[in-house]
C-alpha cells in the first residue's frame, strides 16, 4: 500500500482511511515476530488434562518444529510414553505428572530460584513449579517438608533461603509457611496454595486466603496448585 | 410427696407415677445447686454488647448479692463509670472494653495461662481472653506483638512459652502464629482468630480457616474474635 | 568451636560472628533432643491417605527401630495386611482405618478421656479419636448414638459424662450435640464437626459453624472430621 | 359479554375467542374476591423498614376503611406515634417494633401456639413471632432463655412444650434449640434462625444450616429473623 | 425405693437424695414408653446411605417384631431383593430408591396431603416425600411437572391445589414453585430445595436460599433433597 | 358451554359462574396453541443428562410428529446411534454433546450470530450454543481460542465482530473475554461462563462473578456452561 | 507521515517500520470518532456515587459542549440542585436518584421495553433502568409490584407484556419473577436482581441464583440492583 | 561469655549448655542488626487506621530518631496536620490518605515501576502503591482509567508498559485489566484487586477471583485493595 502512495496511485487521504481500518491482526502478529527475540527461552507449553493423548501429540510435533523447550503440564505415564517416541530428550516428571522436552538448556536467570514446600504432600505442585523454572532456563533447588508446625525445619535453612534470588513457597492447609518465609529474607516470595488438607481447608481456599492475608509485605500469591505459574513468575522475575 | 408415702396417704405406685411426671426443672435445679461448690471461682458474666446500660446495672445489683467475680465483657467507658458506683472494686479494661469485680482473688488454676497476641491490633481480643483467665483465679501472662512475619520475635518467648500450663493465642490477618507456637510446646494451645484484616480476610474468617486447618495437633479453636470463650476454657483446664 | 575459642585459635570476635551465623538446625535439633524425654509417649503418627502402601510400610520399617507407640490414620485393610507383617502388634480399627502399634503401654493420661458420638454415622471419627487416645496412653471411654433429637439418651449418661476428665464430642449434621454436653459438665470439651449430612450441611461446614456458634463456653473446636487432632488435643491436656 | 351471546349479537366462536383473550386479571379478581371469606382474619400487614414514616400513615388509613387487623412490622416508636393518631387500638412491641391494631379478636387458631426462644438476644424475633400469631387470632405463649447450653432450663418446661399445638423456635448461634424441641414433642416445630452472634455466626447462617440440617423430622425453617413468617405460617397450621 | 420408704427403711431425706440423683435414662426411658400410644402410626426409618446391606437387613429384621410401618430411605433394587425376603409386603419406590413396609394401613391424616414438583428431574425427591406420607397414614396426591416457566400448568392444577390441607413442594433450580404454590393457597406449604440445576445451583443452594427468601408467608424450608423430612412434617401437620 | 347459554340451556348468571372457575389449563393450553404460529422455528429441547437412552429415544419419537427441529443437549455417541436409527438426518456435535434433528432449514433470525471463546477448553460449551443457534434457523459464526492474555488475537477479529447482530461469548477461568468484546462493539453480547478452570476458579464462579461485574453495559449473563441458554436467547432476539 | 512517503523522504520500508510501531491510540481514537455516528443516541453516563459534587459538576460541564443526553446515577437531590443551574432540562428522580439531561430526544428503538418490579422496594432500581432506557432513546413503559406470591398480578398483565420488545424485569427476594414473565413471552427478558431482602437473601445472593438458574431459556442477567445495565442493554436490542 | 570461655572461667561444656539454650531473640535481634545495611532504604511503616493519632504521632516521634524514609499508610487530613509538625517534609497524598516523610531520597530500584488502574475509583489504592514504591527508592510512573472495557486506551499505552520493569495493575469490579496487560508484556505483573464495585463483586472478591484465575501466567495477586503490598514487592523486585 506504501508503494501505492509512493507511486502515487493511493492519495494520501485514501491511505490514511484505509490504515485507519487496517485489521489489528496484522499490526498484532507484526508486533509479536518484533518481540519474540526477547522472549527466547520461553517455553511451549501444554496444559494436558482434559485434552485426548494424540490431541497433545500432534500439537508436540508441530512444536518440535522451532526449537523452543516443551512443557506439558498435568500429563501421565501413558501420555509420556507417546511423547518419548517423537524426541528422546522428554523427561517425565512423575509426581506433578509434567513432561518436559529440554533442548534449549542455557541458563537465562540470573540468579537461583529456590522452591520450598511445606508438606510432603505438596510435593507435586513444588515439582511442577521446579519443572517449569528449569524448562526456562534457570538454576533451580528445592527444600521440601519444612512446614511451620516444627518452625526449626525451615530455620535451619536460612543460608539457603538467603542464597536465593526469588523463593517459591508451596503449601496447603493453613499456608502460613511463605509468611514466615517472607519474613525471613529480603528477596521476592511467590507464594502457591495447593488443594492439600481436608474439611475447612475447602480445596485450598484456607490456605489462599492465608497467603493472601499475610502480614510479610514480599509476598504475592497466585492460584491454587498453580505450580507452573508460580515457576513461569519467577523465571520472568529472574531475568529482570 | 415421700411424706405422703411414708405416711400411707399416697400409694407406691401412685408416687412412681407422678415421680416419672416430675417436672424436670426441679431436679435440674436441685442437681446445679448441688453441682454449685464445684464451680466455685467461676464468675457471673454478662455480655454487654446490645444491652442497655441501665439493664447491664440491673443485673449487677443482683449479682453482687453473692460473692462470684463479676466479669462483663464488650462494655465501654460509660458503663464503667455506672459499675464503680456498685462496687469500687471494679476495673476497666480499656482496650477490650472489659468490666471486672474481683472479689474472689484466690487463685485456682494451677499453672500459667499464657496469652500471645500475633499483632497489637490483636490485643484488645487477648485482653478480654486475660481479664476472664484472671477472673477466674488464674495467674496469666501475655506476649503481645510476635507475628509469624518476624519468627524470631516468637522464638525469642520460647522460655516464657515452655512455662505455661495452657497457651492462648490470639491472631488475625493469616492467622498463622498458633501453628508456630503449638509446634514449639506440648502444652494445649486454644487458637482466637480476630476479625482484624481487611479484604479477603473476611472479617476473620481467613485467619479462622488457617488455625482449622493447622497442621499442629495440640491446637484447638474458638469462634472469631472470643476472647472470652478461650479465657474461660483455659481457666477450666487449668483446674484439672 | 568453643575449643578453638579457648586454645585461642579462634578471637572472640570471630567466633561472635560465627555463633551470629550458626545454622539454626543445630540449636534447633540440640533442642529437640533435649525435650525429647518430655514427649515421652507422643506416638509417631502417619497420615496414609494419599500414600502408596510400600511407602507407608517403609516409613512403618524405619519406626520400628526406635519405641514410640505408631499409629497410622485413615489407611485400609490392605495396608494392615502388610503392616501386621513388620509387627504381629499391629491392629486394625476397620471404620475409621486407622492402625496401631501398641508397643508402650503405659498410661500417661491422669484421668478418663469421653469420646461421645451423635449419630452411628460418627463413629468412624469417634474411633480415630479414640485409637488416637488410647495410642497415646490414655484410658478411653466412648457413648455412641446420643444425638440432641433425643435429648434423653444424653441426658441418661450424664454420670458417665462427670466421669471424665476430658470429652471429646463428634458430630456431624447440625452438630448441636457439643453445646448440650459442655452445659452438662465442668471439663473441656473437645468438639469434632463431621462431614455426614447432606444438602446443607455443605460437608460439614454446618456443624462446624455449630460449634464455634456454640453458647457454652467450655468448647473448643477442631477441623471437620478431624479425630486425630481431638484425641491428640485431649491427651495432652490429660497430661497436664 | 355473556348477554351478548344470549341474545345473539355475539356468535359462539368469537365468544371463545375472546374468553380465550380475556384478561387474566378478571378472573384473577373475581378468584380473590371469592376466596375472601375463607381468608378472615388475616391482618394487613406492612413491613415498615425503608418506607418513610407518611408512606406508612397513608397505607394504614386506607386500610382502616375495612375491618381486618393490622400489623406493621420493623417500625419504632415515632412511628409508632403518628399510627397512634389514626386508631387508638394500636399498640407497640418495643423489642421488635411491631405495631398492631387489633380490631378484631376473635380466636380462630384451634390451639395454643407457643413461642421459644434460646436466648434473651433472640426475644425482639420471638416477639415478632408472638404478636403476628395474636393478630391472627391465636393464643400464644412464650418461653423465653431457653437456651441448650443448660439444658434443664428446656427440660423443665416438657409440659408447657407438650401442652402447645404448633411450636415456634427461636435461635441464634448455633441453633441448636430446634433439634432438642423437635425431638421433644410430636407437634409441627418451625424454627427461626436469628442473626444473633458474631464472628462465625456470619449474621445469622450458622444458626440456618444448623436448623435445615436438624436430625429431628418434625422441623421446618423460615429465613433469618423472620419471626412474622413464623409467627404467619404457625396460625395458618392452626387453623386446620 | 419407695417401698423402702413406705416401710421406713429409707428417710425421707435419702430418699429425696437419691431422687435428686437418679439417672435421667430412667425417667426418660419410662417417659418414651409412655409416649408410645402417642406415636402410633409413627414409622420406624432407616437411612440406608452408606449402611452395609446386612445391616440394613438385620436392623428391619429387630423392627419386625413390633406392628410399626418401616420405612426404608435411599435405597437400592439389591437391598430390595434382600428385604423382600423378610417380609413379601416389602415395596420398592424405584426413582427414589425408598423400600416401604406397609402393616398399619390406617388413615391417620386428616386432609389430603398434595406433593407438586416442578421439573421431572425433581420427581425421585418428590417421590420419597410422598411415600413417606404414605408410610405415616396419610392419603397423598401428586402433581408433577409444572413448573414457573409454564405458570398455566400450575394455574390448571388451582383446584387440586385447593382440596390439599398440606402441599409440599419440591424444586430445583431457581425454586421459584414454592412461592407460586404459596400464594394460591391458604393452607401450609413445605418447601423441599432439590440438587437438581448445574453451574450457579450450587448443588441445590440457589433452590434453597430462594424458598428461605419467598415472598409468600405460609412457607417453610427443608434441607436440600430431604423429601423424607418434608413427608415426615406434612404428617404431622395433617394429624393436628 | 356458550352454545347452552346461546339456547337458554344455562343461565348468563351461572356461566359467568362456571368461567370463573374454568380450570386454567383450558384457558392455558388454547393460548399456547394459538401462540404456536409465533413460535415457528422453536425446537423441542430435551437435556439428556441424567435420562435412560430409553426415555429420551421415546420422547424423540413423540417429538418426530409434528414438524419441529428437535435439539437434545448434554447426550454422547451411544444415545446418537439410537436416534439416528429414528431419523437419518440426526447430527452428533460430539465436543458438546449435542444431537440435533433439522427438519426445519428456514433461517429465521434476521442477522448473524456469532459465538466467541475465549480457549480451546471453552469450545464444548461454544458448541453448543452455536447448535442451538442453528437448530433455531440463525447464521452463526464461531472465533475460538480469542482469550484476553493474546489480547492481539480478539483485536485481529474486530471486522468478524462488527459484521454480528448478537455476539455470545464464552470464557472461564477469569470471564475476561466479555468485557473486551462488549467494549469493541455496539450490540448485545451474551456472556456465558464456563467450568474450565481450577482452584479459585470454584467451578467456574470466578468466571460468572467477572461476567456480572463486567464494565461494559450491553452484555447480559447466564448460567455457567449454559450454552444452550445463550443459543436460545441469541435467537430470540435475533428474530426481532 | 504518508505525506513523506509520497514526497520520497521517507522510504517505504522505514514507513511500515514506524507503522508497526505506531501507538494505538491514534488507531483507537480514529476508529472511535469513526464508529461515533452509529453510536448516536448513546447518552454520556456517570456513576456519582463516590465522587464528590463539584467533580460531577466539572464533567458535567465538559459534557455539555457536545450535544449527547446525559445521565447520572446514584446521584442525590443536593447534587441535582447543582446540575440544574448547568442545564435547565436537569430532571431528578428521586427513587433511584438519577438525574438525566435529554437534550436529544429523537426515538431510536424500534419497539417498546418494558420494566416489570416484583415489590414495591424493587421500585429505585426499576427506576434506574426506565431512565436509562428513555434517555437512550426508548418508548418505556413500567408494571410495579407484581411479584409471584400473588400469581394473577402478573398474569393479569399479559396484554401488556406481549405488546413489549424487550422486557426488563427486577426482583429481589427469591428473584422468581423473571422465570414466570420468560415462560409468558417470547421476546428477551433481562433480569435484575436487587439487594432487597434480609437474612438469607445475603445482599441480593439469593436473587441473583435464582435468575441464573431460571427454567426459562429467554433469559440473561445483569448485576444485583443494576438498573442502568439492564436499561442500557434492553436499548441496544431495541436498536436491532 | 565467649571472654570467659577464653579466661577459663567458663568451661567448653557449661558453655555450649548455655549457648543451647540461649535466647533466639539475642541471636535474632544480633542478626537482624547484622542485616541492616541490606534493607537500607526500606521504610518504617505505620498502618493508621484504627490507632489513635497521638499514637501514630508518638510512633512517629521515635522513628524519627533514625534515617529511614516513614510511610503512614490509611491515614486522614486530621493526622497529617500533626505528622507535619514533627517534620516539615511529610506529605499528604490525599486519595489514599497515605502520609510520607522522604529524608532518603536515594535512588534504588534498577527500573522503573509502573502502577496502571482500572478505572477512576481505584486510584486510591493505586496512589498508594506509587507512594509506597516511591518512599522505597523507586522511579515510578502511573497510568490511569484504561479498563478494559474500551480496550483501545490500554493498547495505546502499549510504549509506556514497554518501559517499565515491573507492572503494577490495580482494577475492581471484574479484574480483567491484569491478564490483558499481563500479555502485553514479559516484565512481572502484580495484580491488586480493588473493593470498587457493587452487588456480585462482594467487596473486590469478583476481582481477587479474577486475577488469581488470569490466564496470563506472569502475574500474581495481592490482598484487596492491598496498593501497599504491591507497591512494597515490587520494590522487592526491582532491587534484585
Avoid at 67 to 79: A, C, K, P, Y
Amino acid at each position: 500500500m506504501l508503494k501505492q502512495v509512493k507511486g502515487g496511485k493511493l492519495s494520501v487521504e485514501d491511505a490514511v482511511d484505509r490504515l485507519r481500518n487496517l485489521p489489528y491482526e496484522d499490526i498484532g502478529f507484526a508486533r509479536i515476530d518484533h518481540h519474540r527475540p526477547l522472549r527466547q527461552g520461553f517455553p511451549e507449553v501444554i496444559f494436558a488434562r482434559g485434552k485426548a493423548p494424540e490431541h497433545v501429540e500432534g500439537i508436540v510435533r508441530g512444536m518440535l518444529r522451532n526449537r523452543h523447550n516443551i512443557l506439558i503440564t498435568r500429563g501421565n505415564e501413558e501420555l509420556y510414553e507417546r511423547i518419548k517416541t517423537l524426541d528422546k530428550r522428554a523427561q517425565f516428571h512423575a509426581l506433578s505428572g509434567a513432561i518436559s522436552i529440554c533442548r534449549d538448556r542455557k541458563i537465562r536467570g540470573k540468579g537461583k530460584i529456590l522452591v520450598v514446600s511445606a508438606g510432603t504432600s505438596d510435593i507435586p505442585v513444588a515439582e511442577e513449579a521446579q519443572v517449569t523454572a528449569e524448562v526456562m532456563g534457570n538454576r533451580v533447588d528445592s527444600i521440601y517438608d519444612v512446614g511451620v508446625a516444627n518452625i526449626h525445619r525451615i530455620l535451619s535453612e536460612s543460608q539457603q533461603l538467603r542464597s536465593a534470588r526469588i523463593i517459591i513457597v508451596v503449601a496447603g492447609m493453613e499456608g502460613a509457611l511463605p509468611s514466615v518465609v517472607g519474613g525471613m529474607v529480603s528477596v521476592p516470595v511467590i507464594a502457591v496454595p495447593t488443594s492439600i488438607g481436608y474439611g475447612a481447608s475447602f480445596h485450598g481456599l484456607a490456605a489462599l486466603l492465608g497467603m493472601l492475608n499475610s502480614c510479610a509485605s514480599n509476598i504475592a500469591t497466585v492460584n491454587i496448585d498453580n505450580g507452573f505459574g508460580a515457576g513461569y513468575l519467577a523465571s520472568v522475575i529472574n531475568r529482570l
